[in-house]
């Protein structure tokens, strides 16, 4: 069975960093895309960035790019999210997402992680 | 970056009636090398994260209900659901997966009248 397990829900002050995780298990972890997504409270999904753990291969959305940072670790099957520098307008919440790849293009979504809510204060 | 409107916002049914979504891409996600549009539809009920519903913009994705039903092609798609039923509340989103970023449109929310 395909699972997506991601980190708890995180408080946080502005400017702290942090890095959220999403544990995959029931399928080969290096040949399918792992993508971030921002759903803000109430608003609709916000494609993130991607990344192919078989070769690192990473691309951002315009609107990420230098905000936040997308990792993996094949050895212990695990996606990361990370920021360096929080602020209160990344208060939302984030689904890890595995997608299916043709031609080593990333595809749609076929499963999702439950979500990690993040909170800022300022 | 392709954007994906969608229309409407919102609609309010009765339970049986016919929904329609549409949604609109900024060009084409048609692929001419096989004819595939890189497409999909998602549901993501209160509380819970999206589920795929329909990729390659008609492709209902196992386990999905046939009553839900894509089509379209090029620049411009359509989710059906025939017969609406409780179950089916829910916002839905389409979503464009021919370039990166693979951008979402903007959420169609769907209740019972």
């Known amino acids: 069975e395909v699972q997506l397990v991601q980190s708890g829900a995180e408080v946080k002050k502005s400017g702290e960093s942090l890095r959220i995780s999403c544990k995959a298990s029931g399928y080969s972890f290096t040949t399918y895309w792992i993508a971030w997504v921002r759903q803000l409270p109430g608003k609709g999904l916000e494609w993130m960035g991607i990344?192919?753990?078989?070769?690192?291969?990473?691309r951002y959305s315009p609107s990420f790019r230098g905000q936040v940072t997308i990792s993996a670790d094949s050895s212990i099957t695990t996606a990361y999210l990370q920021w360096n520098s929080l602020g209160a307008s990344d208060s939302a919440m984030y689904y890890c997402?595995?997608?299916?790849?043709?031609?080593?293009?990333?595809?749609?979504?076929?499963?999702w992680g439950q979500g990690t809510l993040v909170a800022v204060s300022s | 970056d392709i954007v994906m409107t969608q229309s409407p916002d919102s609609l309010a049914l009765s339970l049986g009636e016919r929904a329609t979504i549409n949604c609109k891409s900024s060009q084409s996600v048609l692929y001419s090398r096989n004819n595939k549009n890189y497409f999909a539809w998602y549901q993501q009920r209160p509380g819970q994260p999206p589920k795929l519903l329909i990729n390659?913009?008609?492709t209902r994705e196992s386990g999905v209900p046939d009553r839900f039903s894509g089509s379209g092609s090029g620049t411009d798609f359509t989710l059906a659901i025939r017969s609406l039923q409780a179950e089916d509340v829910a916002v839905y989103y389409c979503?464009?997966?021919?370039?990166?970023?693979?951008?979402f449109g903007q959420g169609t929310k769907v209740e019972i009248k």
């Open positions: 979503q464009q997966y021919y370039s990166t970023p693979h951008t």
């Open positions: 997402a595995r997608c299916p790849s043709t031609t080593l293009q990333p595809l749609y979504v076929d499963y």
């Open positions: 990344i192919y753990p078989g070769d690192s291969n990473t």
């Open positions: 390659w913009a008609s």
